[in-house]
């Protein structure tokens, strides 16, 4: 087969070879004038009918007749066949056709017409070979079915299989959508840095470089808060980015290291607002995108159409834990329900800590319909306003579907002297080990001692939105080019 394989590999460079020393070299052509594309030829028949088109893509079958032959292009928007005759594109072209392979990107121009069998099809007056295929497409000798192999070789798998192709195209149309509905309710797209001396914003462990030119170490991102929120200090009232951010985390299939995340901050609204803002957002995108609010995902139905479900964790745990929180007293007592409960913890866990490792373990499986979980313990929140009645608190939800977390709000911390104690507890938990604590950031509170309003300000897993309205599995399926180990290793 190797052998086989090589052979075909060596013919297609000869036929490279001989074009170029015939003076027919596609790699000096610099355009096509591409006209429709095959889905709207098919669409728009009864306009098109007789009618001239060129349509351009990559030749993916040829049936070679005698006199006449046919082929499939395939281009952005799906397939149409081609029916190429000697005497509609003359002799000398025709030699050529017949010449062509599978995978080379050839350009037709003819008229619009059915077949005998009733397929819509261009009958080629010309046909011009754009760029010549040196390799050969997968299915031809092992199918494209490994799933490393479609990651690494994206390209292919783009080629080869016309759902992959689509739910690339339905992401691009998810983002463009949130950012019209954004837009619409007066929010400023920014940007901001990605390479920062102080990673902060988020429980994770940052990438580490250096920048030689000034001789100084620094971190890629790992969130976008504390940038956007110095752009509230500041005065945009309304500001929301959209950029990749990283985190030295492991590989699974909600997991990658770079990952794409959507942050907006509002001034003068607090975390209900970011609730109300966050459900019609998902309507719309839902509505727009599958044209429909109820959307299925593996074996459910994910309803954005009803009012989203709004519970507290402390109810959450008592749900489906069976403990009610109120009657833990402290860090002592929280660790004997979490042993009770055969729920992992280490020393340096407190109650609050304790609290949301027995919510992810017992209730966040159950959570397939989109929920709000709110009132997050304080320990775990270092950027979040306490709830004034009850300051073990703070005014924070999380948003699940499908039992996975798809957001991340809060009404923000603006209180600079409370802010630089949490970052003090944050920097006493680095000390102890958590590689995923936040370091002061002392640009970040002089911005706050200039004073922040209120602000609602929430953070959306983008690639988790495309996993949902997309059905796909994992998140490799929603990244074009995810991280993969190297071949060398």
Not at 138 to 154: A, M, N, S, W
Not at 363 to 370: F, S, V
Not at 408 to 420: F, G, K, T, V
Request: hydrophobic share 35%; proline share 3%; net charge negative.
């Amino acid at each position: 087969m190797e052998q086989n394989l090589n052979e075909i590999l060596r013919l297609r460079r000869e036929k490279l070879a001989n074009l170029q020393s015939a003076g027919k070299d596609p790699f000096v052509i610099t355009k096509f004038d591409q006209t429709h594309h095959s889905v709207d030829i098919k669409a728009d028949y009864d306009a098109l009918e007789g009618k001239t088109v060129s349509v351009a893509g990559r030749m993916m079958f040829k049936r070679v007749m005698g006199k006449a032959s046919f082929c499939n292009i395939r281009d952005l928007k799906g397939d149409i066949q081609a029916y190429v005759a000697r005497d509609s594109i003359g002799e000398e072209s025709y030699a050529d056709f017949k010449k062509l392979d599978v995978g080379d990107i050839i350009g037709i121009t003819g008229e619009v017409f059915k077949t005998k069998t009733g397929e819509i099809s261009v009958h080629a007056s010309s046909v011009t070979l754009l760029s010549k295929s040196l390799q050969i497409l997968p299915e031809k000798y092992h199918g494209l079915t490994d799933t490393d192999t479609r990651y690494r070789q994206r390209y292919t798998d783009l080629i080869m299989n016309s759902e992959v192709r689509d739910t690339f195209v339905k992401r691009s149309k998810i983002i463009s959508t949130i950012r019209r509905f954004l837009d619409e309710q007066g929010f400023m797209e920014v940007e901001t840095p990605m390479l920062v001396q102080n990673a902060g914003g988020a429980a994770a462990r940052p990438f580490e470089t250096h920048f030689n030119a000034l001789d100084e170490d620094l971190k890629l991102r790992i969130s976008l808060e504390l940038y956007l929120k110095r752009l509230i200090v500041g005065g945009l009232e309304r500001v929301y980015e959209i950029g990749r951010v990283f985190r030295n985390e492991g590989l699974d299939t909600r997991h990658n290291p770079e990952f794409t995340l959507m942050e907006l901050y509002q001034a003068y609204t607090d975390y209900h607002g970011m609730m109300d803002l966050t459900e019609a957002m998902y309507r719309r995108v839902a509505q727009e995108v599958n044209g429909s609010m109820q959307v299925t995902y593996g074996d459910n139905v994910i309803d954005f159409e009803k009012p989203f479900a709004r519970i507290t964790m402390v109810d959450a745990v008592r749900q489906y834990a069976g403990v009610d929180w109120s009657e833990v007293k402290d860090t002592a007592q929280a660790r004997e329900v979490a042993d009770k409960l055969h729920v992992e913890y280490e020393d340096r866990h407190q109650k609050g800590d304790i609290l949301s490792l027995i919510f992810e373990e017992y209730a966040e499986k159950h959570l397939i319909q989109p929920t709000f979980v709110m009132d997050h313990p304080i320990e775990i929140s270092p950027l979040t306003k306490k709830k004034p009645d009850d300051p073990e608190y703070v005014e924070r939800f999380e948003m699940f579907i499908n039992g996975w977390e798809m957001a991340n709000a809060y009404s923000e911390l603006n209180d600079p002297i409370d802010q630089r104690e949490r970052f003090k507890a944050q920097e006493a938990m680095l000390a102890a080990g958590d590689e995923e604590a936040n370091t002061t950031d002392e640009d970040f509170l002089n911005a706050l001692e200039i004073g922040m309003p209120p602000t609602g300000g929430i953070g959306y897993g983008i690639d988790r939105l495309v996993m949902i309205m997309t059905n796909s599995p994992a998140i490799r399926d929603v990244l074009l080019f995810p991280t993969m180990k190297s071949l060398d290793k």
